[in-house]
């Protein structure tokens, strides 16, 4: 059975940064447009990293900022002060 | 980048608040000062292991919070200085704002109170303050949901008095009754109900694609709110998975209990929800998803994968899932058939949904509509427009555990009621459904003394006999405003003259 | 099972029957029918005959339905909580042995409901 985790944020201008840095680092993910909100989902495990974040906003990001936009999640949740996982193990 | 090596990580600062922050009792015994935390039968070796994916410390948090509040309550001013009510989509979509207001708004206050209240209960520091955060969250909500809606009790009816009809009309004893039944138990099962049952199985459904759908109906404010409550319950929902986890890892005793608990709650919850799969399908007049369809993604793709992970655990997906796998071709229909029959009770209006609809809703249910509930609309149309609009004058039969109308069919028989009953100690007790009765036989003490709204009117507890006496004297409910049919209604007609239209045709409209 | 508590949790029935002022519940529920949405919740007199409960009582509350008029209830198959049951048109409630709480469930057959689907 397929077991699938999955993020949603609302759709604002700080998602698309998380968006696009997700797309880079879970190129698997698939990702859902529905009214006013984004839903990612990927097969056991998706990935938000600090570094690509930083990257595409071109300045610090706090990987908590992340909390600020997103709606639901689904998966073992696994952060520091690099990354953000959700998981199925 | 010298600054930054000497904040602390977070792994650290969340170490330093949830465990060095704490201490031992040295003069009292823990027993003393936790007295509620021994008598479920759940058994704690090691507070230690209780972690927080995201953690959150103090700091943090405010500072998210704040920011969070500061989006929100700009997009309100701005919603209610541009007069947003004027641009969703059609004014039926506030009733389910009114059914949100009475029915959901008190459930974050009573969420509020249970979880300040267990926060109180756990020996363990991290599992207070993950509480007690939780506690502040949904106050946040309760506030914020009576603010944001707040604009439309200016200018539609039924939004006046929700708190107070919460504790007394007929249908609020659903929601009203759950989270007692929650917050009468003990902590552990309150965690095992709120955060992993309802917020991390089940809340999804009404916060992520109702509230999608909210936008897609003009609704600034409650999208907003919405979202912004949900990020806070992303949190909920984690720490729902996490309270699960710890304490089936404590101990081996500890796996049947919260099976028992998982099985009566995911069907109290699922039950609860059912208010919810009409106001997606029926009461939002741009449509995003069906129920079915959110029941799919939300409950039997996330809930599968959930269930599949807690395998390792001993613990299996819930009893009666299946009756709620086949009910989500059915459930929406028969609860607003049953709400358009009652409407004179009720605080919201109810409607035959417009051909268009019946269209989508055909493409959505191709097994179920045509057969077996577009019939029921043409027929209620047919009497509509011959001025018979169709109330049910008697009151119905409720469930002792759920408290909902006796109104949900077999699986596999969707014209046979799932009634059953028993008795106990020489009183006869009526169930919606097999789980239903399940519950009440494990907790018989609880139920007998449930406050069902139909027993209570006939006991003359309800300052009247008549349910025109009691639906205006003791619920509050404006007759011939707040209820009744939504065509012909002042809402209708406030609505058609802000639209710049003239009323429908008024012999239509007799309510 | 029982209600694990903090201590000894016993608690009246919210429902007995000294609650409704000399009356008693019943339950009516006409399978389908599922115009009306559940089984009919009643207030009545436990030594009414069983006729009149018929006369004044089922048939007002089911009138709404284009079948009630073709029904003949009194001849008609009853239950009385899932049993059996061939009721006594001029005895009392009581005397038919239907108690407080109890459910009468009555099936006219042919009359299958609107568009011969339950409803």
């Not at chain 1, 880079?24 to 989902?41: F, G, K, L, S």
């Not at chain 2, 009573?110 to 267990?118: L, P, T, W």
């Not at chain 2, 509480?131 to 506030?143: F, G, K, P, V, Y």
């Not at chain 3, 079948?67 to 005397?95: C, H, I, M, V």
Request: charged share 25%; glycine share 4%; proline share 4%.
């Amino acid at each position: 059975m397929s077991q699938l985790v999955f993020i949603a944020f609302q759709d604002n201008d700080n998602a698309r940064y998380m968006v696009e840095a997700i797309q880079e680092d879970n190129p698997e993910a698939e990702v859902q447009h529905q009214p006013a909100m984004i839903r990612i989902q990927a097969e056991k495990r998706l990935v938000i990293n600090r570094e690509t974040m930083e990257e595409k906003l071109g300045r610090d990001w706090d990987v908590q900022e992340m909390l600020i936009d997103v709606i639901s999640i689904g998966g073992n949740v696994d952060e520091d002060d690099d990354h953000f996982i959700l998981e199925w193990k | 980048m010298a600054v930054k090596n000497k904040k602390l990580n977070l792994k650290d600062k969340y170490q330093y608040l949830t465990r060095d922050m704490a201490w031992e009792p040295s003069y009292q015994k823990k027993e003393d000062i936790f007295p509620d935390e021994q008598f479920e039968g759940i058994k704690i070796t090691d507070w230690s292991q209780w972690e927080d994916p995201f953690r959150l410390t103090m700091d943090a948090y405010w500072k998210y919070q704040a920011e969070k509040e500061k989006k929100l309550y700009a997009i309100f001013d701005a919603f209610a200085q541009n007069n947003g009510h004027q641009n969703i989509s059609d004014a039926r979509y506030v009733n389910a704002l009114k059914l949100f207001l009475t029915g959901v708004s008190p459930l974050e206050h009573a969420a509020f109170q249970g979880y300040a209240k267990v926060g109180r209960q756990f020996s363990g520091a991290g599992a207070r303050v993950a509480c007690q955060m939780q506690a502040i969250d949904e106050l946040r909500h309760s506030q914020t949901q009576q603010h944001a809606m707040s604009h439309y009790n200016k200018h539609f009816n039924g939004l006046h008095d929700a708190a107070y009809m919460h504790d007394r009309v007929w249908f609020l004893s659903v929601p009203k009754s759950f989270f007692d039944d929650a917050r009468s138990a003990g902590p552990f099962e309150f965690l095992t109900a709120i955060s992993f049952s309802f917020e991390y199985v089940l809340t999804n459904l009404l916060f992520v694609p109702f509230m999608s759908g909210a936008a897609y109906n003009g609704d600034m404010a409650t999208v907003t709110f919405g979202f912004s409550a949900q990020s806070d319950e992303a949190r909920h929902m984690t720490l729902g998975l996490e309270v699960i986890k710890f304490i089936l890892e404590q101990h081996e005793d500890n796996v049947p209990i919260v099976q028992r608990w998982i099985d009566k709650w995911f069907w109290r919850g699922f039950r609860l929800l059912s208010l919810v799969s009409m106001m997606m399908d029926y009461m939002l007049p741009n449509k995003v998803m069906s129920w079915a369809e959110a029941w799919e993604v939300y409950y039997e793709q996330n809930g599968g994968a959930l269930f599949k992970d807690l395998e390792r655990y001993g613990i299996r997906p819930p009893k009666y899932q299946d009756v709620a796998n086949d009910a989500k071709h059915h459930l929406s229909h028969q609860l607003w058939t049953t709400f358009y029959q009652y409407s004179q009770a009720t605080n919201f209006h109810t409607w035959i949904p417009e051909k268009e609809e019946m269209d989508w809703m055909s493409e959505k249910y191709p097994e179920t509509f045509d057969k077996y509930y577009r019939p029921r609309y043409e027929y209620l149309a047919k009497e509509a427009a011959a001025g018979r609009r169709f109330y049910n004058n008697t009151l119905p039969q409720l469930c002792q555990v759920c408290q909902v109308p006796t109104l949900f069919t077999e699986m596999g028989a969707p014209t046979k009621l799932s009634h059953r009953q028993l008795v106990h100690e020489g009183e006869r007790y009526h169930f919606c459904s097999e789980a239903c009765c399940d519950i009440f036989k494990d907790e018989p003490e609880k139920y007998v003394q449930a406050w069902l709204p139909v027993h209570q009117i006939y006991q003359g507890n309800c300052e009247g006999a008549d349910v025109e006496t009691v639906v205006q004297k003791y619920y509050h409910i404006n007759i011939g405003e707040d209820n009744f049919e939504y065509i012909g209604s002042p809402d209708h007609k406030h609505w058609l003259s802000i639209k710049g239209q003239k009323p429908a045709d008024q012999s239509k409209d007799a309510a | 099972m029982s209600v694990n508590a903090l201590y000894d949790y016993k608690f009246e029935p919210k429902d007995k029957v000294e609650n409704f002022n000399g009356m008693q519940l019943l339950y009516v529920y006409w399978p389908d029918h599922l115009l009306f949405c559940a089984p009919f919740a009643l207030l009545v007199q436990p030594d009414m005959t069983f006729g009149d409960l018929v006369e004044t009582i089922i048939k007002p509350a089911t009138a709404a339905h284009p079948d009630a008029a073709k029904a003949d209830f009194l001849n008609a198959e009853w239950l009385l909580n899932d049993e059996p049951f061939t009721p006594r048109a001029d005895a009392s409630l009581k005397d038919n042995r239907i108690d407080h709480k109890s459910m009468l469930t009555v099936t006219t057959p042919g009359l299958n409901g609107i568009a011969n689907v339950g409803y």
